[in-house]
């Protein structure tokens, strides 16, 4: 199905575990987004990618790490979770840099205990 | 830089009557706007956008905005609301020269609808 889909929808961690975040989009847009919602905080940007092996910190990248091999995909890593990482984490695509709107998955709940 | 503020965190309103959601935005450049909505525990969808045509944008679901540059605003209207428009709006700005992919979140506002 075309569209950009996240996996898992919900998860559940201990704290210092490492947990990947898959992000997977069909329409080969050049930019890809990583985002966490937080109550009071609204979306806070944790990483973007221009393009693949191009990736580029955001407001909160600390303790999250990104890849880009692939134009498709934008996996999103916690090298050793923390439970203030506990959030819904979204991503999203989009075609350009300007005038273009993202496009954003279902989102995945992670949760650190 | 590029800024967007939400001026209402929380609106109430009351079925069938309007519904204004306000945004105001600060961006160097001419700007491409944009409202999503966000349902409880889903993800955020686009409603309308703004990208240097007609000012008055409509879009899904009976919604529409428009862009006033002397006002620096992108307010979102609906004439009546509906119980199914409760959910989060966000008001998006996008423009030359910004950073973080150019892709800038106003804080989001909370709409209620009572029957």
């Known amino acids: 199905d075309a569209g950009i889909t996240q996996s898992p929808r919900y998860k559940i961690t201990e704290t210092g575990r490492q947990v990947t975040l898959m992000c997977h989009q069909t329409?080969?847009?050049?930019?890809m987004f990583w985002y966490r919602q937080d109550l009071g905080h609204g979306l806070r940007l944790i990483y973007y990618s221009a393009a693949a092996d191009i990736t580029d910190k955001g407001e909160v990248p600390d303790g999250y790490v990104v890849s880009r091999s692939k134009t498709e995909n934008f996996p999103l890593t916690l090298e050793s979770a923390t439970r203030s990482q506990t959030s819904v984490y979204f991503c999203a695509s989009s075609e350009g840099q300007f005038n273009t709107e993202a496009f954003f998955g279902q989102g995945t709940r992670l949760t650190v205990v | 830089a590029q800024s967007v503020t939400q001026l209402d965190s929380h609106v109430s309103v009351s079925e069938g009557t309007p519904v204004l959601l306000r945004c105001n935005y600060s961006?160097?450049?001419?700007?491409?706007l944009f409202w999503y909505v966000q349902h409880p525990n889903k993800g955020l969808q686009l409603l309308l956008k703004?990208?240097?045509?007609?000012?008055l944008v409509k879009g899904i679901n009976g919604f529409e905005a428009e862009f006033k540059k002397s006002e620096t605003s992108f307010h979102l209207t609906k004439p009546s609301a509906h119980m199914s428009d409760a959910a989060e709006y966000f008001c998006v700005v996008r423009s030359y020269g910004g950073s973080q992919g150019n892709l800038i979140f106003g804080k989001g506002t909370k709409l209620s609808v009572k029957p």
């Open positions: 961006s160097s450049y001419s700007p491409s």
């Open positions: 703004y990208t240097s045509a007609a000012t």
């Open positions: 329409w080969s847009h050049s930019y």
